[in-house]
């Protein structure tokens, strides 16, 4: 009787893990499915995948920061949409580098993305600006966040950012001044924590 019940409990382990291993994989298959209507020419279906995407939360966010790199237009506005409507700061160095996309409208949705996650989408915007201070987009994505962020209590690290960014001769001065202010920032007492959350 023992063996039989060690063989049935076993049998049973086995069509667990199967089991387990076809939800994984059935999430797996849904979430590529999404990623992939999120490049089709009809407005409700990828209106709907970007729904579904951005319900996923963070499950979604690594899927979308690749669909950010695809060929597809499309594609890569939906995706930096439901990044910013996700808000995971994981997903903000791939938005800093969509400031440099060749489309207005994804360098835009990006902007707003790293707005929406405020501070925590600072530490990757103000390392692009120190090393690629002389792209025209990252600068123009990048004064589009500052922007929006010095109106709160941030104003005193980012005004001379925006300061630079404003200025005659930013591709000299942006890199410098973004790293004074990374400085600054990570210095200050009360920032630590927000700072440590966020990476």
């Known amino acids: 009787m023992r063996p039989k019940k060690k063989e049935e409990k076993m ?4 069509i667990s893990q199967s089991k387990g291993r076809n939800i994984v994989e059935g999430v797996n298959s849904s979430l590529e499915a999404l990623i992939a209507a999120l490049s089709s020419h ?6 709907q995948a970007r729904h579904s995407l951005v319900a996923m939360g963070k499950a979604a966010v690594l899927s979308l920061t690749e669909a950010l790199k695809n060929s597809n237009n499309l594609m890569r506005w939906e995706a930096a949409k439901a990044l910013g409507e ?8 791939a938005l800093v580098k969509a400031l440099e996309d060749e489309d207005f409208d994804v360098r835009w949705l990006a902007a707003i993305g790293l707005i929406g996650m405020n501070i925590k989408g600072l530490k990757p915007l103000l390392h692009a600006l120190m090393e ?3 792209s025209v987009f990252l600068r123009e994505g990048a004064h589009h966040v500052i922007h929006d962020l010095a ?3 941030l104003r005193k690290y980012l005004a001379p950012v925006l300061a630079a960014l404003e200025g005659i001769e930013p591709t000299a001065e942006v890199p410098k001044t973004a790293f004074h202010t990374l400085e600054m920032l990570q210095k200050e007492h009360k920032l630590s924590d927000a700072w440590s959350h966020a990476f």
């Open 151 to 153: 109106k709160g209590g």
């Open 42 to 47: 009809d407005d409700g279906v990828r209106m």
């Open 132 to 134: 690629q201070g002389d």
């Open 11 to 14: 049998v049973s382990k086995s």
């Open 86 to 93: 996700i808000g995971d700061p994981k997903a903000a160095p």
